[in-house]
């Protein structure tokens, strides 16, 4: 792994839930960010992740 794509990670796990304010899971398969209780999952495109709700897909 390099440096960068740990700094990336790093950066994406110390993101917090927009709505909850809680912790966020990164999911790498997917490219997303998971927020087990808004039941959200915000996208990362472009290794840019987008944290506004209505972008966010609904978790069952």
């Known amino acids: 792994m390099t440096q960068a794509a740990a700094f990336d990670r790093r950066m994406l796990e110390a993101l917090m839930c ?15 960010l998971i927020s087990k ?4 999952a915000f996208p990362i495109r472009d290794g840019i992740p987008i ?7 609904k978790l069952d």
Request: no cysteine; aromatic share 4%.
């Open 18 to 32: 927009p709505l909850t304010l809680t912790t966020l899971e990164y999911d790498a398969e997917k490219q997303e």
């Open 37 to 40: 209780s808004a039941k959200l």
């Open 51 to 57: 944290m506004l709700p209505d972008e966010a897909r």
